[in-house]
């Protein structure tokens, strides 16, 4: 679940199953996947808002919005900046306190672009952040429903932030592709 990054403005996911220890890591037994978000359109200028409600059945409202808007800054430069924000309502009560949907999520997060493309090559810039908090666990024991009583909140936070450079240029059948990537991830559980 972590770092739970929003799919907004997403081009594509790619998945390579299966064990990956090999190529990336002991931390990868069931595969990886890669999140592709849009590129920078030097072709044109956009502006694009989105909002979603959502209601659960004994449970608090959620509701989600976004941004994403797409600059051409010169001929063969382009920017492309988004931030959006999702609150998903709680749907854990606890009967001792008569507390209601005690679990909400707050995410807040956004990414920003720049990609030039003189002549074959293109330079890609991009920086991601995203806050995500949850006020208690997402859990619920016993036969009563979705109730749980704590003897104390379990909080769960993450805060998630990347920056990387790509250069990249195709001949012919092949494609070189030279990326560097910084990534930082806190996240706080309290049990």
Do not use: C
């Not at 770092?3 to 081009?11: R, Y």
């Not at 359109?41 to 502006?47: E, H, N, Q, W, Y």
């Not at 808002?49 to 659960?56: H, N, V, Y």
Request: proline residues 7%; charged residues 20%.
């Amino acid at each position: 679940p972590d770092p739970h990054l929003s799919m907004v403005d997403i081009a594509r996911v790619e998945v390579l199953k299966g064990p990956q220890g090999p190529l990336y890591g002991t931390g990868v037994l069931g595969g990886i996947y890669r999140m592709v978000p849009r590129a920078p359109d030097p072709g044109s200028a956009t502006l694009q808002i989105g909002s979603g409600l959502g209601l659960t059945s004994g449970g608090g409202t959620s509701h989600a919005s976004d941004l994403i808007v797409n600059v051409p800054l010169t001929g063969d430069l382009a920017m492309r900046a988004v931030a959006y924000h999702e609150r998903t309502g709680g749907w854990i009560d606890d009967p001792v306190s008569a507390r209601e949907n005690i679990n909400p999520v707050h995410t807040t997060g956004g990414r920003l672009a720049f990609q030039w493309t003189p002549s074959d090559w293109t330079v890609a810039l991009t920086g991601a952040a995203q806050r995500l908090r949850a006020a208690d666990s997402q859990y619920a024991t016993g036969e009563a429903g979705y109730d749980r009583t704590p003897r104390m909140a379990e909080p769960h936070g993450g805060d998630f932030g990347a920056m990387q450079a790509a250069v990249e240029r195709s001949f012919d059948d092949v494609r070189l592709r030279i990326t560097a990537a910084y990534i930082r991830h806190d996240f706080t559980n309290q049990f």
